[in-house]
């Protein structure tokens, strides 16, 4: 039976003076809708993707839209036009969804398995010094049943006898233009090429079943949370033998109580009081590691950075680590007994006014978050 051909405005569901927008807009909801990856088998929505496919070609060219909107599906047999296959609406919807977008969808051949991507909790400590861990990794791993085939021990998958392995059957049409040749996925072997005629008991004919999987990981000295690292083929196993994905591994950093990280370097706010910022004090401070000695010198001011060298962090790969930079902040007393507020008076006796802010006092600030 002849087909006729819908038109391509109604395929779309649009006006006839839709913008480039709204065009866009109804082909990527439709296509999305009916990509065969998602309606498996479903032959109605493989020829609704197709039928989508070729009246977003025309109309999204303001050549062919023009000629169609001339001459209507007549206008299809000028040469140009060219024949719109499946394969074109596969092309169509990678191009317009950027190479990928379909998930990796290859025709022929078993698909490939999901990508992963982890993130892993680790204290500030790790971070800074590295470590090593064990992760356990919930993911869809071969079935060792029917090591991946699908098929039930004893049996094995063979060769799809609609498509003889190419994973495409080409299906010759009446259209009212004469005959044309369709290229589909096949719909038996959903374009893998092969069959299970006894699926595996274990697996149920996928190949594969969900597994946890255990694996070492390093976690590199000076780790930010912006870096990813990738374990090749560490990912999902594809159903019926397909190709392993990848596991990308992120990690999430616990705060430190007391060190706040600013690049290579940490931050520390080190309270001192009125008199040891007067008098000068020796003070122990914390660090990543352990405990450090500052000597702070009489006559510090507020705001001052005193740099303890070398015991910032790492770089996650040159190794150079930075420092840690302690920030005076003076605490000014608000609550004052009867015997502290007659010592602050007299000094207030004695001082007058204060001395004017020494130049570069903004300028240290800044130093200390670069
Ligand atoms: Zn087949
Ligand atoms: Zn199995």
Same mark, same amino acid.
């Given at each position: 039976?002849?087909? &006729?051909?819908?038109?391509?405005?109604?395929?779309? *569901?649009? +006006? %006839?003076?839709?913008?480039?927008?709204?065009?866009?807009?109804?082909?990527?909801?439709?296509?999305?809708?009916?990509?065969?990856?998602?309606?498996?088998?479903?032959?109605?929505?493989?020829?609704?993707?197709?039928? &989508?496919?070729?009246?977003?070609?025309?109309?999204?060219?303001?050549?062919?839209?023009?000629?169609?909107?001339? =001459?209507?599906?007549?206008?299809?047999?000028?040469?140009?036009?060219?024949?719109?296959? =499946?394969?074109?609406?596969?092309?169509? =919807?990678?191009? @317009?969804?950027? *190479?990928?977008?379909?998930?990796?969808?290859?025709?022929?051949?078993?698909?490939?398995?999901?990508?992963?991507?982890?993130?892993?909790?680790?204290?500030?400590?790790?971070?800074?010094?590295?470590?090593?861990?064990?992760?356990?990794?919930?993911?869809?791993?071969?079935?060792?049943?029917?090591?991946?085939?699908?098929?039930?021990?004893?049996? !094995?998958?063979?060769?799809?006898?609609?498509?003889?392995?190419?994973?495409?059957?080409?299906?010759?049409?009446?259209?009212?233009?004469?005959?044309?040749?369709?290229?589909?996925?096949?719909? %038996?072997?959903?374009?893998?090429?092969?069959? &299970?005629?006894?699926?595996?008991?274990?697996?149920?004919?996928?190949?594969?079943?969900?597994?946890?999987?255990?694996?070492?990981?390093?976690?590199?000295?000076?780790?930010? +949370?912006?870096?990813?690292?990738?374990?090749?083929?560490?990912?999902?196993? *594809?159903?019926?033998?397909?190709? %392993?994905?990848?596991?990308?591994?992120?990690?999430?950093?616990?705060?430190?109580?007391?060190?706040? /990280? /600013?690049? !290579?370097?940490?931050?520390?706010?080190?309270?001192?009081?009125?008199?040891?910022?007067?008098? *000068?004090?020796?003070?122990?401070?914390?660090?990543?590691?352990?405990?450090?000695?500052? +000597?702070?010198?009489?006559?510090?001011?507020?705001?001052?950075?005193?740099?303890?060298?070398?015991?910032?962090?790492?770089?996650? %790969?040159?190794?150079?680590?930075?420092?840690?930079?302690?920030? &005076?902040?003076?605490?000014?007393?608000?609550?004052?007994?009867?015997?502290?507020?007659?010592?602050?008076?007299?000094?207030?006796?004695? +001082?007058?006014?204060?001395?004017?802010?020494?130049?570069? @006092?903004?300028?240290?600030?800044?130093?200390?978050?670069?």
């Amino acid at each position: 039976m002849a087909t &006729v051909k819908r038109d391509y405005y109604e395929v779309l *569901g649009v +006006e %006839r003076n839709a913008s480039g927008d709204e065009l866009k807009k109804a082909y990527r909801r439709l296509a999305m809708e009916f990509h065969p990856d998602r309606n498996q088998g479903d032959k109605a929505a493989e020829d609704r993707f197709k039928e &989508v496919g070729e009246a977003y070609s025309v109309l999204s060219d303001p050549q062919k839209r023009q000629r169609y909107d001339s =001459f209507g599906h007549a206008g299809d047999s000028m040469p140009d036009f060219g024949g719109f296959s =499946f394969d074109s609406a596969f092309d169509l =919807f990678d191009m @317009f969804f950027g *190479g990928g977008g379909g998930g990796g969808r290859r025709r022929g051949g078993p698909q490939p398995g999901a990508d992963l991507r982890m993130n892993v909790d680790i204290t500030f400590e790790e971070s800074v010094f590295g470590a090593g861990r064990t992760i356990e990794v919930p993911r869809k791993g071969m079935c060792a049943e029917c090591s991946g085939s699908g098929a039930a021990p004893g049996s !094995q998958a063979v060769q799809c006898p609609d498509c003889g392995g190419t994973g495409q059957v080409r299906r010759a049409v009446q259209s009212i233009f004469g005959q044309m040749v369709n290229v589909s996925a096949c719909p %038996r072997c959903h374009g893998e090429g092969r069959t &299970v005629a006894q699926p595996c008991p274990t697996c149920h004919g996928q190949g594969r079943v969900d597994e946890r999987q255990t694996l070492d990981i390093t976690i590199p000295a000076g780790v930010d +949370e912006d870096v990813t690292l990738r374990y090749g083929g560490q990912g999902e196993a *594809g159903p019926r033998g397909g190709t %392993r994905g990848d596991l990308y591994v992120g990690f999430r950093i616990a705060p430190h109580p007391h060190l706040v /990280r /600013r690049g !290579q370097d940490l931050l520390y706010e080190l309270p001192v009081s009125v008199p040891q910022a007067v008098l *000068g004090d020796r003070i122990t401070v914390p660090t990543v590691s352990s405990e450090h000695q500052i +000597e702070l010198p009489p006559g510090t001011q507020h705001g001052r950075v005193v740099k303890i060298a070398g015991m910032g962090v790492p770089h996650v %790969r040159s190794g150079r680590r930075g420092d840690q930079l302690c920030i &005076v902040h003076v605490a000014v007393p608000t609550h004052l007994n009867a015997g502290q507020r007659h010592l602050y008076e007299q000094l207030g006796e004695r +001082e007058g006014k204060p001395a004017e802010v020494k130049k570069g @006092f903004f300028d240290s600030i800044r130093g200390a978050f670069r």
